[in-house]
């Protein structure tokens, strides 16, 4: 059987055994594959150091019959990106960005645009400084390539949109719905987070902007916040766990005085303290 090739990132790597390795690639034609690399951990020549972490490769690899694992062949290094190696920061970034990819793509599941998106915020957490907005970012536009994009256009239950809703205070997101609830709509003892209009509209617009033109996009303090309190857990909720990288840079790098640790350290769900609820007058 002729070897395969394709892009890679690699996303997982594990030691196995004496000598081998198993790693897990994003790729642009076979979506995660995951592929023992013989000989990898003993013979560092061999794969010239391309099988690193974030690492971006031509790979060819061989089918193995009845296995679930192929087999690495060899692979061709494109970019090391070696300016996230050297920033403890950008690594950090960098791994949350392989552990929700690991954590939402199937395996052997084609999916080329989450391969596009990988490939491109890491080419720029490897030239820019890291920025919290870029997680966010990233975050919405993973959940909109894996079929979970908010619904935050309208609420989801009266469907009124944005301009019958007016700016306010009083719009907020159901993690369990996955949509924007107005005002008028959030019921008592219902697990809603505050959203404001805003927000809304900012992440919708980054769930659906041209890739090439979302580094133009800029989050204000508040939506930075409300995102912050929205996207992990709405993804915690999609995934089933909290992912551990996450957690990681808040335990590294936000301080007990800061706004992101406060909205961190909240239970799982924030329930709404039904007497600050505005009460909807049809009841
Ligand atoms: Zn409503």
């Known amino acids: 059987m002729p070897p395969f090739t394709t892009q890679a990132i690699v996303i997982r790597s594990l030691n196995y055994g004496e000598s081998d390795k198993i790693i897990t690639f994003c790729t642009r034609d076979f979506g995660k594959l995951k592929g023992i690399a013989k000989g990898a951990r003993r013979s560092k020549k061999r794969f010239q150091n391309v099988l690193g972490l974030f690492s971006y490769l031509r790979l060819i690899f061989f089918e193995r019959e009845g296995m679930g694992l192929v087999r690495v062949e060899s692979g061709d290094l494109l970019q090391s990106f070696p300016r996230i190696r050297e920033d403890l920061r950008k690594i950090y970034y960098g791994n949350y960005y392989l552990e929700?990819?690991?954590?939402?793509?199937?395996?052997?599941?084609?999916?080329?645009?989450?391969?596009?998106?990988?490939?491109?915020f890491l080419t720029d957490l490897d030239a820019?400084?890291?920025?919290?907005?870029?997680?966010?970012?990233?975050?919405?536009?993973?959940?909109?390539?894996?079929?979970?994009?908010?619904?935050l256009i309208r609420c989801g239950l009266c469907k009124r949109d944005w301009g019958e809703i007016k700016e306010g205070p009083a719009a907020f997101f159901s993690l369990d719905?996955?949509?924007?609830?107005?005002?008028?709509?959030?019921k008592h003892g219902v697990e809603l987070v505050s959203l404001s209009l805003g927000t809304a509209r900012l992440i919708d617009h980054v769930s659906q902007t041209e890739l090439s033109k979302l580094g133009?996009?800029?989050f204000t303090s508040q939506a930075l916040a409300e995102?912050?309190?929205?996207?992990?857990r709405f993804i915690a909720h999609q995934v089933g766990k909290e992912l551990k990288s996450l957690k990681a840079i808040r335990d590294?790098?936000?301080t007990r005085s800061s706004?992101?640790?406060?909205?961190?350290?909240?239970?799982?769900?924030?329930?709404?303290?039904?007497?600050?609820l505005p009460r909807n007058e049809e009841e």
């Open 259 to 276: 706004n992101f640790e406060t909205i961190y350290e909240m239970p799982a769900l924030e329930v709404l303290n039904p007497i600050r």
């Open 100 to 120: 929700l990819m690991n954590e939402m793509a199937g395996e052997r599941e084609a999916n080329p645009e989450a391969f596009d998106l990988l490939l491109s």
């Open 216 to 218: 133009r996009l800029r």
């Open 128 to 151: 820019m400084a890291p920025e919290e907005e870029r997680l966010r970012m990233f975050e919405i536009r993973m959940l909109a390539l894996f079929g979970y994009r908010p619904y």
């Open 177 to 186: 719905k996955g949509t924007l609830i107005c005002g008028k709509c959030a």
């Open 252 to 254: 590294k790098f936000e």
């Open 227 to 232: 995102s912050r309190a929205i996207l992990p």
